[in-house]
């Protein structure tokens, strides 16, 4: 959840001797290339292993080795069903341009009706691509929430959303309505999850919206141009619906300067990462060598924990192509959509940790932020972070594994409230008010670099398995140490402070700009 950082606000300013970056870069760039090559030696003598034999395949004939194709989404996304999303998304497109040119012609303001247009090209695609009764399905969710909407009571939104979710994530009732979809493809139960998933939580966004509308009610039909959007439809990300509603029906659509240019820029950017991932599966085997615990066991401390970091890092980078590729798309319908989440890399705190920053927007604006307040009442944080978890636990479908995850995350982040409200008693906050904003941030870092890891391992998780997660933290907790454990810790302290002198620099950067703003405007008057 994204929040104000409470407890490490001290010494944001604070600079670090260049000698002493430069050190921390040099020991976090020579321990990843270790970790590294620690992970390609394992991948390249095991490649011939059963284990291996499911998920890793002959790969391009360029380089003469296996690929890694254990992730299901990335193969579907950029090798099994690429042509069959880029068909999609470059159709909309089309028809989107195609309909700016006739329209005016035929009499038709075309930036007015832009939406509904969108619409329309979606709901044929959705048509075409599930049936007739997967539409119908999604039509008659969009119904029955659309009726509890209209009696304006948030508490009765939630439970009908929230009911309406359960139906498609718990058994029988997901069984049931995911046999009323006709036909076969690999895609299917994929497309019908990730739909109806989607569909009501964007349901859900324009019922508590409706409820804070004054003046009547939004109609039947905002809803469907809200909800049959086709980039957004089946993978996200969630655009709440006061924001869509603003800028699908903006009419003074112009683009910034540059504009076209970043957009390019990104798409090509997209394209290269996508390129890289694919290389990279070649050599470190980093989704398929979890699955398999003797081999794990076999691993030495760094190479474990390098392991694990880079599944998390892999994981925010497919997020980030992912959503990239959408957002590419939705920017050229000016919209502004959802970024990509914050890098693994760069999280040291739970109160800045997610991988969807769409659903995590969602669920700050309804629940954590709704509840929460300022996030600095210990009881109302809780109940925030009950809350706001156990709808991801709905949302990611319950089941143990995202039982511990959600656990695990609701207390680090109420963790992190509580040694903040520690630490900020005296004595401790006039010790480190006498000791200096340097040290203040050298002493942070430590506690950071642990949460760090707290992080890492609390989603690894969801990422691999309850064992590898288990192996990992067994390791460098309890049989590595004391050598094993401070290492990894003193490698990812370097990478704290590195962080760090990034967000400083950013802060810096900040007041400059907002200092020539002010400037510029005394100037003019």
């Not at 324009?206 to 909800?227: H, I, Q």
């Not at 798409?267 to 398929?288: E, K, R, S, W």
């Not at 970091?309 to 990239?324: E, P, Q, R, S, T």
Request: proline share 3%; aromatic share 16%; hydrophobic share 50%.
């Amino acid at each position: 959840m994204v929040s104000e950082d409470l407890g490490f606000t001290m010494g944001i300013k604070a600079a670090l001797p260049r000698y002493e970056l430069y050190l921390y870069t040099a020991v976090l760039g020579v321990a990843l290339i270790w970790a590294g090559s620690w992970i390609f030696e394992a991948s390249s003598e095991n490649v011939n292993r059963k284990a291996f034999k499911e998920s890793v395949k002959p790969g391009w004939h360029y380089f003469g080795r296996k690929m890694d194709v254990a992730d299901f989404e990335w193969i579907m996304w950029f090798t099994t069903f690429r042509n069959h999303i880029l068909f999609a998304l470059a159709g909309h497109v089309i028809f989107a341009k195609i309909f700016s040119l006739i329209a005016p012609k035929i009499g038709i303001d075309g930036s007015k009706h832009r939406s509904l247009i969108f619409a329309i090209y979606g709901g044929l695609a959705v048509l075409v691509t599930m049936g007739w009764t997967f539409m119908a399905l999604v039509v008659s969710h969009c119904f029955v929430l659309y009726s509890v909407a209209l009696v304006k009571r948030k508490w009765l939104c939630f439970a009908a959303g929230l009911s309406t979710l359960a139906s498609i994530k718990l058994e029988p009732y997901n069984s049931w309505q995911e046999a009323l979809v006709t036909g076969s493809f690999d895609l299917q139960d994929i497309l019908f999850y990730g739909g109806c998933g989607f569909s009501i939580i964007r349901c859900m966004s324009f019922a508590l919206e409706n409820c804070e509308k004054k003046d009547g009610n939004y109609t039947f039909c905002d809803l469907l141009k809200y909800n049959f959007y086709l980039p957004f439809f089946f993978f996200g990300p969630i655009m709440t619906f006061d924001r869509f509603h603003a800028q699908a029906n903006n009419t003074k659509l112009a683009r910034k300067e540059r504009e076209m240019w970043n957009i390019t820029t990104k798409a090509l950017l997209h394209l290269g990462v996508i390129l890289l991932v694919d290389i990279f599966f070649h050599y470190l085997y980093i989704l398929t060598i979890p699955g398999d615990m003797k081999l794990v066991t076999k691993l030495s401390d760094p190479c474990l924990a390098g392991l694990a970091y880079f599944n998390l890092v892999y994981d925010w980078v497919k997020a980030a192509v992912m959503f990239g590729v959408i957002n590419t798309v939705s920017t050229l319908d000016h919209l502004d959509p959802p970024q990509p989440p914050k890098c693994i890399t760069m999280l040291y705190v739970f109160a800045e940790t997610h991988f969807d920053r769409g659903i995590n927007d969602w669920l700050c604006k309804y629940v954590y932020d709704y509840i929460g307040g300022d996030h600095d009442k210990i009881f109302k944080e809780l109940l925030a972070t009950f809350c706001t978890f156990a709808i991801t636990t709905l949302w990611l479908g319950p089941c143990e594994l995202v039982y511990i995850w959600s656990f695990f995350n609701c207390f680090g982040l109420n963790f992190e409230l509580w040694v903040a409200k520690f630490f900020s008693l005296p004595p401790f906050s006039t010790i480190e008010y006498a000791m200096g904003e340097a040290m203040s941030r050298r002493i942070r870092g430590v506690f950071n670099a642990a949460n760090f890891w707290a992080i890492v391992l609390y989603n690894v998780l969801s990422l691999n398995n309850l064992d590898f997660a288990k192996m990992v933290g067994r390791r460098l907790i309890f049989k590595g140490f004391p050598l094993s454990s401070l290492s990894v810790l003193m490698v990812t302290y370097c990478g704290v402070q590195l962080v760090k002198e990034r967000e400083r620099q950013l802060v810096l950067q900040e007041e400059a700009e907002q200092a020539k703003a002010v400037e510029a405007k005394e100037k003019a008057e």
